[in-house]
């Protein structure tokens, strides 16, 4: 009789334990239970009294289970009265239910169509996902020209750049197969389908980075398909306009980015466009990646080194140090820190290195590079380019004066 009992003290304290450990993650970039604006509040409001309601109702299925397995466990008795055939019983116990069901749907099925709303919105980006990483466009139209400066188009990827308190429209699409855009902490998650366009309402009450994930299973990288949205001070938000629509400027000649900024040409530009390039005769220079590329699409390198991340946000352009200050800054250093972009001294050499080295060995991105006639000759990601490090040095020295 006691080794029954030990078992179910035993697995009763194994689950114990493992609750009260999940609960120990302070702060996780991820956590739901952790909402940093209106959207992500609203659902958090809703979940807790539903995990609550979900917790005792396991409680009291879980002691009624032990009850009457330890009651009625098999010791050579009579079989006990059946409750088959008792109405008062198998009523309680269907209008129980209902009741809970109930009082969990309305309250679902309200906060579905107050997430839903997106007539209350400020800002358009368009948000397109595609094999493995994140496309940001924020076109000049409507309030984005007229109340956020946005007189050019702005195309960048992995971090999104929102203002703080500002509700905005994110019109999520995908450029090849099923991916799903969330970003935990400010709402809840939509799907990325090719030839359709998804709203996605996003506000940030607070400067900071929210860190997000692809939650839609989408081909050999999918666990490297990251995303990253930051929040910034009205101010910081215009900074970083001003930055991005600023002209191009050329490194100055005989330096190692200027050798940087010539093999940039012959070897990126085909597929990764930068602002305001031109080529040695002074005509600008526009990438087609869709001659190359399997999506169509190449990541925007305009400014690069305004981002924390890179390839699909899978790594940090910033050491772990510099990565630390920016990620732990209170709200009123934040913006500064994230807007300083990375600097030689912070910048993470070992990673980009590698990534220049050989992309497809660092982020599988094809599962065999001989068979590109299945895809009439297109890659998949980023091929290997065969590049020397004294070309990896002059490419990290151009990439390192963007920003």
Not at 277 to 294: C, F, H, K, R, T
Request: one cysteine or more; proline letters at 6%.
């Amino acid at each position: 009789m006691k080794n029954p009992r030990r078992r179910v003290l035993a697995f009763a304290g194994a689950v114990s334990g493992l609750v009260a450990l999940a609960g120990c993650a302070k702060d996780a970039p991820q956590d739901t239970w952790q909402p940093a604006g209106p959207n992500a509040e609203t659902i958090d409001n809703l979940q807790q009294p539903v995990f609550l309601v979900a917790g005792i109702v396991g409680v009291i299925v879980f002691l009624a289970v032990a009850w009457v397995v330890f009651r009625y466990r098999d010791r050579g008795q009579a079989i006990p009265d059946q409750t088959h055939g008792k109405p008062a019983v198998e009523i309680t116990l269907t209008v129980i239910p209902v009741l809970i069901l109930i009082g969990v749907a309305v309250p679902t099925a309200r906060t579905i169509f107050d997430l839903a709303k997106t007539d209350d919105t400020e800002m358009v980006v368009n948000v397109t996902g595609q094999q493995w990483w994140w496309e940001y466009d924020y076109p000049a139209i409507g309030d984005n020209v007229e109340k956020y400066g946005l007189s050019q188009p702005i195309v960048t990827s992995g971090q999104l750049v929102i203002p703080e308190n500002t509700k905005v429209l994110l019109r999520v699409t995908s450029r090849d197969v099923i991916h799903s855009y969330w970003i935990p902490k400010l709402n809840g998650k939509k799907d990325g389908v090719p030839g359709r366009v998804h709203l996605l309402r996003l506000e940030g009450s607070k400067p900071g980075i929210y860190a997000g994930q692809c939650t839609e299973f989408c081909g050999l990288s999918h666990a490297y398909m990251r995303m990253e949205t930051i929040v910034l001070k009205r101010a910081d938000f215009d900074a970083w306009v001003a930055n991005q629509l600023a002209p191009y400027e050329s490194p100055a000649e005989g330096t190692l980015a200027k050798e940087g900024e010539a093999l940039y040409i012959q070897q990126c530009s085909r597929c990764h466009q930068v602002n305001g390039l031109a080529d040695p005769e002074g005509n600008l220079i526009v990438s087609a990646p869709e001659q190359y590329v399997v999506s169509g699409a190449a990541p925007n390198l305009t400014n690069l080194m305004t981002r924390n991340t890179f390839a699909g946000a899978t790594w940090d352009l910033l050491s772990k140090d510099c990565r630390d200050s920016v990620w732990n800054a209170s709200s009123d250093e934040f913006g500064s820190k994230y807007l300083s972009g990375v600097s030689a001294e912070c910048l993470n050499q070992k990673d980009l290195r590698e990534w220049l080295r050989n992309a497809p060995e660092k982020k599988p991105m094809y599962v065999d590079p001989t068979k590109l006639q299945e895809t009439d000759g297109k890659y998949r990601g980023m091929p290997a380019l065969g590049l020397t490090e004294d070309q990896i040095d002059a490419l990290v020295a151009y990439l390192l004066e963007r920003k």
